[in-house]
């Protein structure tokens, strides 16, 4: 099977409290998350993660058969953004541009789509983009805890540094949140307590544990399980139930850079694998509107030779930060506006 | 050109804000001032061309789009009227066409005319335009252009002459003194009040390094010369003002063609081919009226024209060399900085000065006149890369 | 005056110099410059290739915009970069806390971020990002 040939990953540097933001309406919330500038978005989020990803994988721009973004925060309903990332990436017009949206699950959905294509031989290596910089409104629970982010991921049969061995899906019709035509903010939960239940951990079970049916492989052989992590709770209670010990658990992101939506568990992945060490096996387990896909993946030796090629580690990003306060955010997410005269 | 114009009456309104004036009645009234200001008379018909500068054309509050508006102004369907613009120096270049409509021997009297109203539009909007365009208007991309908008062009010289050359924001200041003082004492003038360099320091930064009162103001205004072949000046005036030498000079509109930031070339151009035409040379002029949109671009100004080495206008400038009382007086009407910057009207206005210094009937602020020549300045258009020179003399 | 509309040929027809930083140098003084064109503004020649810029340089000069139009919050640092292999790009650095902080000779590298909006539609560019050291 294919695997990971190289990646990349951005994180802006500006944070807002997630408290500065929930407690002007009376909410809770706790910890902080990563916004994005005023001139930034995720185009440009995904175009230096990319470059990034394309540099440590050691490919030529030109050999990237296919682009595919997985988000929920594009700015256009038609007009893809793929192309947009082409340019500047310097693709050729023969690449396949392959925009998915829909759901935080679009970004695994790619991936998925990515392997079909090379397996089928369509595509030699692709990159895999997940960015994010999710709509909120005043007053949401969105608000205080959607982050932004981006993590790429050239994928191919050359120069692996981690293989993926093995993908399962499991997918119900389930409605948690959601965000309309007629809307420019993500829902709130629509009743926590049972959308953690029979959306987050009944979906990321039945994939995880799906998938290691399949392939025949048992949680003890996983060093490390990157799932998706809307907020600090959720991951644990999965765990649990899959019988994993939440050592295995890659680092809580939701109170450092907010739930990151589509991208949520491939900055973990990337941040696992800028330590991780030849034969350790991975858990990657994504989940977005009722739909969950579960990958395993092996690291293979090549990834320490890549090590001087690595863009910058997830650690780095972490300690690049500058807080700005709620008013500042509101400015850049347009919620507050000057009024033109 | 030598030996071939002069100029036989100059008129200008008071530059200032005119909220109560429109285009047409400043224009009419730098139009009658001129005409009455020929000394033995002229008769409205005797003129047979006209060129009509007006910068904007409409894009920051009234403008006039074509020679025909001034037609109707003047009230005058007889003649060929062309509407001039080239930037800053639409004022110099409109005398520069004026010039050569009698040079070539087509018309024997003719009248170059500037007007602009700025102040239909707050301060700040036409601040901006006049210092930039949003990319596309230009033919350049915003990505290259965004976040430029007044003094910003100016500013990336500025910063450059204090790296390379050791002018400091002092020395820009004192720009501002000067003008400001000589702006006292012209009844022409926008502003008529001192600063010091406390003052011009402590203003608000519109573009660092440059600061409020480092800029020239937004300023409503008109003015106008006759102009008409040299051997017939002496049936209208007993003292004809004579063009020596005429020039426009270029440069780079993009910055990133440019050759550095200390010297803007196309002033040097536009200054080496009217000395060279006049067959004159920096050192005989007895003062000058240069294109000080911003205090910065005053110094850079006096230096490319060749007035004095590059890098040394600061020096001097401090030493009281460019005083109205120093050896090579510059703006002594006050400048672009206290005299205003009405864009068309500008290089107008000062060839009305250059004419009343060289007449002397600058009153107050007289300069001593040897030589009997005299300069008029201006640079600017998109990215600075326009300039127009024009050299006048007493003598033929 | 007319807004910049980022589905026109104008700004198609930029792609090229905007995104892949393709510009042309001229093969008898050596001058490099854009947008693409067939006749060289310094010598006239019309000798050119194109000629692909780098993303990086160093800051020739620079100036601190606090009034801008519409659209861009102050204090907006614009410089004019030197680039790396010959050319000068023109432009504003991101994600600068102090204005002071910009310098001549500081080390600056292309960032893609979003210039403007038009109708719904978003216009993307190069703006410079300082490079720390070490």
């Known amino acids: 099977m294919a695997g990971i040939v190289g990646y990349g990953i951005y994180v802006p540097r500006y944070r807002l409290k997630q408290a500065d933001a929930a407690m002007p309406w009376a909410n809770w919330a706790s910890g902080e998350k990563a916004v994005c500038g005023a001139d930034e978005d995720i185009i440009t989020m995904a175009a230096e993660a990319s470059d990034k990803a394309i540099k440590h994988a050691g490919v030529a721009p030109a050999q990237i058969g296919s682009i595919y973004i997985g988000t929920t925060s594009s700015p256009y309903i038609e007009q893809y953004i793929t192309p947009i990332l082409a340019e500047t990436l310097e693709l050729a017009s023969e690449a396949t541009m392959i925009d998915y949206s829909g759901s935080v699950n679009s970004t695994a959905n790619a991936l998925l789509g990515c392997l079909d294509a090379i397996e089928s031989g369509r595509t030699k290596y692709g990159i895999v983009i997940g960015t994010e910089d999710r709509a909120t409104a005043p007053g949401t629970e969105g608000e205080a805890s959607f982050g932004a982010a981006a993590a790429a991921f050239v994928i191919g049969k050359d120069g692996i540094i981690a293989d993926i061995e093995g993908v399962y899906t499991y997918s119900t019709l389930f409605i948690d949140r959601w965000r309309a035509t007629k809307d420019t903010w993500v829902s709130n939960y629509f009743d926590y307590r049972f959308d953690r239940e029979f959306g987050y951990e009944k979906h990321v079970v039945a994939a995880s544990k799906g998938l290691m049916g399949k392939i025949g492989i048992k949680t003890e052989d996983f060093r490390y399980a990157v799932f998706q992590q809307p907020d600090e709770r959720l991951p644990g209670l999965a765990a649990r139930a899959l019988g994993i010990s939440s050592e295995l658990l890659a680092p809580g992101m939701a109170s450092i850079l907010g739930d990151l939506g589509s991208c949520s568990a491939f900055i973990s992945l990337a941040g696992v694998l800028d330590t991780a060490k030849a034969g350790e096996r991975i858990l990657l387990t994504s989940y977005g509107s009722g739909s969950s896909n579960a990958f395993s993946m092996i690291v293979r030796d090549q990834i320490e030779q890549k090590k001087k090629n690595l863009g910058v580690p997830l650690e780095r990003y972490l300690e690049q930060k500058e807080y700005i306060d709620y008013v500042s955010y509101l400015k850049i997410t347009k919620a507050l506006k000057r009024a033109p005269y | ?396 | 005056m007319s807004s910049p509309a980022p589905a026109s040929p104008l700004f198609w027809r930029f792609n090229p110099e905007v995104y892949r930083l393709i510009g042309v140098r001229c093969k008898d003084c050596g001058h490099i410059t854009y947008p693409r064109r067939k006749i060289c503004p310094i010598c006239g020649s019309l000798n050119l290739e194109e000629h692909k810029l780098s993303r990086r340089g160093t800051v020739q000069t620079y100036a601190i915009n606090w009034v801008l139009p519409p659209g861009l919050e102050p204090p907006v640092p614009v410089v004019i970069v030197d680039l790396e292999g010959g050319g000068k790009y023109q432009g504003i650095i991101t994600e600068v806390t102090n204005p002071e902080d910009v310098k001549i000779g500081d080390k600056v590298e292309m960032v893609l971020r979003k210039v403007v909006t038009d109708r719904g539609l978003n216009i993307y560019g190069y703006k410079f990002r300082l490079v720390e050291e070490g």
């Open chain 2, 1 to 396: 050109m030598r030996g071939k114009v002069a100029i036989i009456g100059v008129g200008m309104i008071p530059f200032g804000e005119h909220f109560q004036k429109s285009l047409e009645d400043m224009a009419a009234e730098a139009y009658i001032t001129c005409l009455e200001s020929v000394d033995k008379g002229i008769a409205p018909k005797e003129i047979k061309a006209a060129w009509f500068g007006q910068w904007s054309g409409g894009t920051i509050g009234q403008g006039a789009q074509a020679g025909s508006s001034l037609a109707s102004i003047i009230g005058n369907m007889e003649i060929p009227i062309t509407r001039v613009e080239n930037g800053c120096p639409t004022g110099a270049d409109t005398f520069r066409n004026a010039c050569l409509g009698v040079a070539s021997g087509v018309y024997d009297v003719v009248l170059a005319l500037g007007v602009e109203k700025m102040r239909d539009k707050p301060g700040s909007e036409s601040l901006i335009a006049a210092g930039g365009g949003t990319g596309a208007i230009m033919g350049q991309h915003p990505s290259w252009m965004m976040g430029h908008g007044g003094p910003s062009l100016q500013a990336f010289y500025a910063t450059r002459q204090m790296y390379e050359l050791g002018f400091t924001m002092e020395d820009f200041a004192k720009v501002a003194v000067k003008n400001h003082h000589n702006g006292t004492f012209c009844p022409y003038a926008h502003y008529r009040f001192e600063v010091t360099v406390e003052r011009v320091l402590n203003s608000p930064l519109v573009c660092w390094p440059l600061h409020l009162l480092d800029c020239c103001p937004q300023t409503d205004g008109a003015a106008a010369a006759i102009v008409c072949r040299a051997d017939l000046a002496k049936k209208y005036t007993d003292k004809p003002i004579y063009v020596l030498g005429s020039n426009v000079g270029h440069d780079h509109a993009n910055y990133w063609d440019k050759h550095n930031f200390i010297e803007m070339l196309a002033t040097v151009r536009a200054a080496r081919g009217a000395f060279e035409m006049a067959a004159v040379k920096p050192e005989d002029l007895d003062f000058a009226e240069v294109h000080d949109c911003f205090t910065n671009t005053e110094l850079m100004n006096i230096e490319d024209i060749g007035i004095c080495r590059k890098g040394e206008a600061a020096k001097l400038l401090n030493e009281g060399e460019f005083d109205t009382k120093g050896r090579i007086p510059v703006n002594p009407s006050g400048g672009l900085k206290a005299h205003g910057h009405p864009i068309a009207a500008t290089g107008i206005g000062q060839i009305c000065e250059v004419v009343w210094q060289l007449r002397e009937e600058a009153d107050k602020r007289q300069v001593k006149i040897k030589s009997g020549i005299g300069l008029q300045h201006n640079v600017g258009g998109p990215g600075f890369g326009v300039s127009g020179v024009n050299i006048l003399s007493r003598s033929l």
